[in-house]
């Protein structure tokens, strides 16, 4: 039975003056259902990098990245559209929302890019509001709303196509330590809720506390460790 997530001999690097610079280099990885993994590291070691691949965001490597059996470069640009959609969520450091759009239709949009009726995906984006507690918030465009609760509503968009991973980019770099803590927390108990698997790149020593393991990106690889 295949893992959720294979990545095996991973190579990206770029043409940088007269030769190349490697990013990462023959990097292995794998998840199951359920892991929270948080990968840490020094700034430009790769780690965003990392995540675009994973997410089919960049097309350029070589090596092999699986995700449910499938490898991510037998996708044509629209099968891996639809794939990435349907499979992955998406949780960045700034919040990316669509600043004319309230909360609600924000938390909609993955749902009526994938041809679900208007009144089914309003029901689900309300229903993520709630959970992530904004219920109150929801008629509100992101310029009306705090940071925290900004960031909140880009999680409740992020779960709102029921991903099989979540891929988060510094999710609370950009948070007051105290607002930080409570989006973290919300993270992990829609990860504990849901059984997906989360790989989080994170420089908070309280976020890579609630992942199951933590990996630091060194030279290329991933390596054992928990030191943030």
């Known amino acids: 039975m295949s893992r959720l997530l294979e990545i095996r001999g991973l190579k990206k690097g770029y ?8 990013i990462l280099d023959d990097l292995s990885l794998e998840a199951d259902s359920g892991e929270m993994i948080g990968i840490t590291g020094v700034s430009g070691s790769g780690k965003s990098t990392l995540l675009h691949l994973v997410g089919g965001m960049d097309r350029q490597y070589s090596g092999s990245i699986r995700i ?11 099968e891996l559209a639809a794939f990435r959609n349907e499979t992955i969520g998406f949780l960045f450091q700034f919040h990316h929302l669509l600043q004319e759009f309230t909360a609600l239709e924000n938390v909609m949009m993955p749902l009526l890019l994938r041809g679900t009726s208007q009144r089914e995906a309003a029901k689900t984006a309300k229903d993520l509001l709630d959970e992530t507690g904004l219920s109150d918030r929801a008629g509100h465009r992101p310029g009306e709303m705090s940071g925290g609760e900004q960031q909140r509503t880009a999680l409740a968009r992020a779960l709102a196509g029921q991903p099989r991973i979540l891929l988060a980019d510094e999710p609370t770099g950009n948070l007051d330590p105290r607002t930080g803590e409570t989006v973290a927390a919300l993270i992990r108990s829609t990860q504990e809720k849901r059984g997906m698997t989360s790989i989080i790149v994170t420089h908070s020593e309280k976020l890579a506390a609630l992942c199951t393991r933590v990996l630091r990106l060194e030279n290329g690889r991933l390596v054992i460790g928990r030191t943030v």
């Open 68 to 78: 449910l059996g499938s490898e991510l470069t037998e996708f044509n640009d629209v």
């Open 15 to 22: 043409v940088s003056g007269n030769g190349r610079l490697e």
